[in-house]
């Protein structure tokens, strides 16, 4: 049984954006840790209220100075239970743990996958030492990759950590470096490239996309670049091995959206290779070698690995950063291609 809603109050302030929910979204504190998706959720189960009028439209107007309160409600307890499920451990301290999420491995609890998850196997590793602040789902869990996404990933033991962690993602200030290969090559002297909205060159080759992100209008599994009521995005990018049909390229990500890797390169034409959700069924050229072209094709997720993960340790001050490198099977890509690639 939960116990009575916690009652937080949000002053809104200068020159809020037009819809309740964004306004929210950028004047709740961060060590709420509070999405706009969980902001939606609350605001359509009527928890959201100005006064003693119930806010049940995301796109309700709101003014500078008003009082939203907001009635959360406490953790349920979680069907979930701890799973001896073996983790690659980077880091460890009494406040965090620092993992490196294999491939295939899902982060939270959902329907459909409520065991096998990180979830599951930080709760038997750290027993009952996990933040409770990400709610029932998600003890622990400051950020989140994709299933079929691999690398680093780091943990909240403490509540304090969990706070101080989720302000740095909040200000952009975490260093989160990724690895993925791309059809093509990503080239800054592309004048098709260089015409694309949102699309800037920076030094040393450096490609950067700014965009908003948002749910795709018709499928609601995919997000989509937007320019108007979507959530601000900027990813870097820059091509470190070119293999003429693909290239090995490395992502640094300034704000950290759904999905935000996949969808930036795409939008950029040049997919990951093995992401059906943005990329489609993209062909290689034919006249690719045989067995590389074969591997390529066929590589069975979108080949993004998180690779490098730096943050102030959220209670002593400390940089910490981590690195973690490409799993096997991005190896075997990377030295087929290489085998592909033609000679100078």
């Known amino acids: 049984m939960s116990s009575t809603p916690r009652l937080l109050v949000i002053a809104i302030q200068a020159d809020p954006p037009a819809r309740l929910d964004k306004a929210l979204a950028r004047d709740v504190p961060a060590g709420e840790s509070l999405s706009r998706s969980r902001l939606a959720r609350l605001i359509a189960e009527g928890a959201v209220r100005r006064g003693a009028e119930v806010l049940t439209d995301p796109r309700a107007k709101v003014a500078e100075g008003e009082e939203i309160s907001i009635a959360i409600g406490a953790a349920e307890e979680i069907d979930a239970k701890p799973e001896a499920i073996p983790l690659e451990i980077i880091h460890e301290d009494a406040e965090l743990i620092v993992v490196n999420k294999p491939v295939g491995m899902v982060v939270h609890p959902a329907p459909g996958t409520p065991s096998g998850t990180l979830v599951n196997a930080l709760m038997h590793h750290c027993a009952d030492t996990l933040s409770g602040i990400g709610g029932a789902l998600r003890p622990g869990i400051v950020h989140r990759i994709d299933k079929d996404t691999s690398g ?7 509540d304090r950590a969990h706070h101080g962690l989720a302000e740095q993602f909040a200000a952009h200030t975490v260093e989160r470096e990724y690895r993925a290969v791309v059809h093509g090559a990503p080239d800054a002297g592309d004048p098709r490239l260089r ?10 080759g450096v490609i950067r996309i700014a965009t908003e992100i948002g749910r795709h209008r018709t ?19 820059r091509v470190d091995e070119a ?20 969808v930036h390169l795409s939008y950029a034409g040049h997919a990951l290779l093995g992401d059906e959700t943005y990329g489609g069924r993209r062909k290689l050229p034919r006249a690719m070698e045989a067995t590389a072209r074969t591997l390529a094709e066929g590589f069975p997720r979108q080949a993004l690995h998180a690779a490098t993960l730096g943050f102030a340790h959220p209670v002593s001050g400390e940089h910490l950063r981590f690195d ?13 291609l290489r085998g592909a690639a033609p000679s100078a």
């Open 324 to 336: 973690a490198p490409l799993p096997r099977d991005m190896e075997d890509l990377l030295a087929a």
């Open 219 to 237: 499928d609601r599994q995919r997000q989509a670049v937007m320019w108007a009521n979507g959530r601000r995005a900027v990813t870097r990018a």
């Open 243 to 262: 293999f003429g049909a693909a290239a090995l390229v490395t992502c640094w990500l300034e704000t950290g959206r759904t999905h935000q890797i996949r």
């Open 195 to 204: 015409g694309l909205r949102g699309v800037a060159m920076e030094p040393g």
């Open 152 to 158: 680093l990933l780091v943990a909240a033991k403490s």
